[in-house]
């Protein structure tokens, strides 16, 4: 089973960067894909970016392109660097994982907390 544990939150300013990492544990870890997503209070969890873990193929959504970039290393680690973050990215982030044969995001970490304030 694969567990995700994600830091890097925190309070910033609008205009301000900061760089979410995961990381994966677990006895065996080869994923098809991870991500990430956020949740912002009174509203549903929505997909930010993923990376294909084979190919590095990344994704994102249309109101953070630009602005953040999701990277892998070739461990068991993902990131999300944001930067040009605004109050409308203030959100709890959570990273994830979709493994071979899972047709859908099926193992998630327990969130981070990303508050753009000034």
């Known amino acids: 089973q694969v567990r995700l544990v994600e830091s890097g939150g925190g309070l910033v300013q609008p ?3 900061l760089r979410l990492s995961c990381t994966a544990s677990g006895r065996t870890f080869s994923p098809v894909a991870m991500g990430w997503f956020r949740q912002a209070p009174g509203k549903e969890r929505e997909f930010v970016a993923s990376i294909r873990w084979s190919g590095g193929a990344t994704y994102y959504t249309d109101s953070v392109k630009g602005r953040f970039t999701i990277s892998r290393d070739h461990t068991r680690n993902v990131y999300l660097q944001m930067n040009s973050l605004r109050p409308e990215d203030t959100a709890v982030y959570y ?9 859908n995001w099926n193992s998630w970490g327990q ?3 990303v508050t753009v304030s000034s």
């Open 15 to 17: 205009g301000g960067s």
């Open 111 to 113: 969130g981070t907390q």
């Open 95 to 103: 990273c994830t994982s979709q493994a071979v044969g899972a047709s």
